[in-house]
């Protein structure tokens, strides 16, 4: 048996291994540090290991910001099991939407470098890519939008009403997001971005 073959049953489920060891080199020395060679060395295998799961750089990329898009929507999720208020629902979206960005920056610019321009926001059948991990980051990167129209739907039946609504609160969660990253908005601790989301939508209170 080979080392790869080796390390991959050591590791159990080598490839989650290597997506965790990814987001974690990310976070601690950012985006321009991952590499393949990298991760198979955080996790202990060797170099060659990761390419039973990975092409390539750029493979790698769409898997770790495809798992930062389905732990962003499982977070949202939970969110949806334990509240039935519609707008307090979209409210506390919106929340953890910013959260999960401004505490993981290096991985939400990741995340977003590596979707497409309005696929995300496209719910309707497509032509399917022929990329695995290109399909598997799309249909992850839907789901934040997608609890967020669902959300509006609960109340908002005109069509045209609720896509401009849902478009504009990911819209504004982003700019939110990206804003706080960047250093240019500073929540206040004892404000909560709850409250302040709340407070800039004016339409919501908390």
């Known amino acids: 048996m080979s080392t790869s073959s080796n390390n991959t049953y050591h590791h159990g489920d080598l490839k989650a291994a290597l997506i965790n060891a990814a987001q974690m080199l990310i976070k601690e020395k950012g985006i321009d540090a991952l590499s393949l060679r990298a991760i198979a060395a955080e996790v202990g295998v060797s170099h060659m290991a990761p390419y039973s799961h990975f ?39 919106g929340a953890e939407y910013i959260t999960f960005a401004s505490h993981n920056p290096q991985l939400y610019k990741l995340m977003l470098s590596q979707t497409h321009p309005g696929k995300h926001l496209n719910t309707e059948s497509a032509p399917l890519p022929d990329d695995g991990s290109e399909l598997a980051l799309q249909e992850a990167s839907k789901k ?3 609890l967020l129209r669902e959300g509006f739907a609960r109340f908002q039946t005109n069509e045209h009403t609720l896509k401009i609504q849902a478009q504009g609160a990911w819209a504004m969660v982003h700019g ?19 409250h302040f989301l709340a407070t800039a939508t004016l339409g919501m209170k908390s």
């Open 144 to 146: 934040p939008y997608v």
């Open 55 to 93: 092409k390539n750089k750029s493979e790698l990329f769409r898997a770790v910001a495809a798992a930062g898009f389905i732990e962003l929507g499982e977070r949202m999720m939970q969110i949806k099991q334990d509240l039935k208020d519609p707008k307090e629902l979209i409210l506390l979206y």
């Open 176 to 194: 939110i997001a990206s804003l706080v990253i960047e250093g240019h908005i500073v929540i206040p601790p004892e404000t909560g971005i709850k």
